[in-house]
């Protein structure tokens, strides 16, 4: 669906949460692509207020992430809430854990991915459409600091 500006939607763009007609690139919305967003993100300590930006088209919502699972048949609309992730694996590699909420649903849904860099420095966003992997001690780590960051308790 293009928007006013005439964009297709890319795969992940941001969307204001008063009027889906209103929405963004991540270079229009940040001045920055994804990848780069997520180590950023990561620099700021995960601060989730950088997940919610307000709408400059009607200046009332608020644009947030959003993308559609599984990109095949019949997708969800996924509005993400929180992303944390592991800074301590290196500058090519960033893991993460997105919870997002499906447009049509209550429960909020656990997403892993990741996102990476070359060694030459270059971003690398094809970890958006795989699973990130953990070890269980990373695992632990990525979950406390989900509990810590979302204000829960035990998680999960
Ligand atoms: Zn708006």
């Not at 780590?141 to 999960?156: Q, T």
Request: net charge positive; charged share 25%.
């Amino acid at each position: 669906m293009p928007n006013h500006s005439g964009a297709t939607k890319p795969g992940y763009y941001w969307q204001c949460n008063r009027n889906p007609g209103h929405w963004k690139t991540f270079a229009a919305a940040c001045g920055i692509g994804l990848v780069k967003f997520m180590y950023r993100l990561a620099e700021k300590n995960w601060d989730q207020r950088k997940l919610a930006i307000k709408c400059t088209d009607c200046q009332k919502g608020v644009m947030r992430i959003n993308y559609h699972f599984p990109r095949s048949a019949n997708p969800e609309q996924i509005e993400v809430r929180r992303i944390v992730g592991l800074n301590n694996k290196g500058r090519t590699y960033l893991p993460m854990l997105w919870e997002g909420k499906p447009l049509n649903g209550k429960d909020t849904w656990f997403d892993f991915k990741y996102v990476g860099r070359s060694d030459s420095g270059k971003y690398e966003s094809y970890g958006l459409s795989k699973p990130a992997v953990f070890k269980k001690r990373e695992l632990r780590n990525l979950f406390e600091l989900y509990s810590k960051i979302a204000g829960v308790g035990r998680f999960p």
